[in-house]
C-alpha cells in the first residue's frame, strides 16, 4: 500500500511540473529597479502590480518573472507597463504599453488578467495582457502578447501577434485566448 502511495506521488509530481505555469512571484524586491527603470521611459512612479505579476514556470524550472506595473506620465495620465526579471531583484527589461508609444493616445486604467496563450511545446512561451483603456471617445479593452524565448530566457513584445489581436476588444483571457489559437 505505501508503494502504490509513492508511485502516485511521483506521478503527481512528474505531471505538476509539465508544461508552462504562471505562479504568484513577491514584486516587492524588484520595486526600486522597476522605479528606476521605468524613469528612463519617462514614467513616474513605476511600481509592480502585485496581483498581475508572476513567475514563469516551464517544466518545473522558473523561466523569470513576469512583472505588470503602472506609473505616470508628465500629464499625470496612468501608463501601463511590463517588465522581465531572471535575477532576483533587478529587471532585465521594462515595456511600455497602453499610456506610451504606440498606445499614446490612450489611457491605461488598469490591468485586467495576464496569462499564459502558448503551448508546451512551443519554442515560445506567449503571455498575453487585457488592459482596461480609455481613450477620448471610448473604453476599450486592449491586449499586449509577450514572446519569452525559452533558450536565451529574454523577452520581447511580439509586435505581429499585438498588431492581429490586441484591439479586438475582448474582456477576458479566455477570449483572448481563442483569438490566440484562431491566428
Known sequence: MKKIFVLLFIALSSYANAGTLLTPVNVRPYEKSIYNESLKYSIDGGSPLDKQSFSVMVNGKK??????????????????????????????????????????AELCNNTVAVGVLSDE??????????????SPNANPMESAVF???????????????????GSEDVATFKKLKELYKNN
Do not use: H
Request: a neutral charge; one cysteine or more; charged letters at 30%.
Open 63 to 104: 523561466l523569470g518573472s513576469f512583472i505588470a506595473g503602472q506609473g505616470f506620465s508628465d500629464r499625470d495620465t496612468k501608463i501601463c507597463f511590463v517588465s522581465w526579471a531572471t535575477k532576483p531583484d533587478k529587471v532585465d527589461i521594462l515595456i511600455p504599453t497602453i499610456g506610451k508609444d504606440d498606445w499614446e
Open 121 to 134: 511545446k512551443d519554442p515560445f512561451v506567449k503571455i498575453g495582457v487585457v488592459y482596461d483603456a480609455q
Open 147 to 165: 514572446s519569452i524565448d525559452k533558450s536565451t530566457k529574454k523577452m520581447t513584445l511580439d509586435n505581429n501577434l499585438t498588431g492581429k489581436i
